[in-house]
Antibody, heavy 120, light 112 residues
Framework: EVQLVQSGAEVKKPGESLKISCKGS????????IGWVRQMPGKGLEWMGI????????RYSPSFQGQVTISADKSISTAYLQWSSLKASDTAMYYC?????????????WGQGTLVTVSS | QSALTQPASVSGSPGQSITISCTGT?????????VSWYQQHPGKAPKLMIY???NRPSGVPDRFSGSKSGNTASLTISGLQAEDEADYYC????????????FGGGTKLTVL
């Protein structure tokens, strides 16, 4: 069974750093792209970027380029999303997702989400 | 990068059919057959309902169908059921700048 299990909710202060994780299981982690999607409170979905764990090829949405870093450790089948200096506007639910049985840009498997709250 | 345009809300009665539109440009919806639709219930992760414009993943009822004409894609739900009440988002591959994928703003479906 394909599963993406994300790390737990985080409460941070502005300026702090953070790295959240997404562990894949039940499939060949290195063979499929994993993406990250942001959902701010009460708002829609935003595509942040995507990584191919096999060779760490990474692409970012221009809106998120330079604001976050996407990485992966294929030895432990885990993808990461990290911030070096959080802002209050980073408060959101963050989902990881992957495409296993479908083609194109679609994500057919999603993590449960990680809620990040940034507040002083 | 502008999000794809969806109506903020649609509604229908049980058993009826509704259609949600998703309008983009020739750089995204109109340029590729890579349009997907997601259903999201409150507090839940999105669920893929349609990919590549009109394909249904395994397990998605055939009440859900997708199509595309020019720069506008559509999701049609026939035989509306109470459990279809949710937010729906479209997405498309895009060649704008370096962005790979863009989402629509989302549509709240209310089953009356």
């Amino acid at each position: 069974e394909v599963q993406l299990v994300q790390s737990g909710a985080e409460v941070k202060k502005p300026g702090e750093s953070l790295k959240i994780s997404c562990k894949g299981s039940g499939y060949s982690f290195t063979s499929y792209w994993i993406g990250w999607v942001r959902q701010m409170p009460g708002k829609g979905l935003e595509w942040m970027g995507i990584i191919y764990p096999g060779d760490s090829d990474t692409r970012y949405s221009p809106s998120f380029q330079g604001q976050v870093t996407i990485s992966a450790d294929k030895s432990i089948s885990t993808a990461y999303l990290q911030w070096s200096s959080l802002k209050a506007s980073d408060t959101a639910m963050y989902y990881c997702a992957t495409s296993i049985a479908v083609a194109g840009e679609a994500f057919d498997y999603w993590g449960q989400g990680t809620l990040v709250t940034v507040s002083s | 990068q502008s999000a794809l345009t969806q109506p903020a809300s649609v509604s229908g009665s049980p058993g009826q059919s509704i259609t949600i539109s998703c309008t983009g440009t020739s750089s995204d919806v109109g340029g590729y057959n890579y349009v997907s639709w997601y259903q999201q219930h409150p507090g839940k992760a999105p669920k893929l309902m349609i990919y590549e414009v009109s394909n249904r993943p395994s397990g998605v009822p055939d009440r859900f169908s997708g199509s595309k004409s020019g720069n506008t894609a559509s999701l049609t739900i026939s035989g509306l059921q109470a459990e279809d009440e949710a937010d729906y988002y479209c997405s498309s591959y895009t060649s704008s700048s370096t962005l790979d994928v863009v989402f629509g703003g989302g549509t709240k479906l209310t089953v009356l």
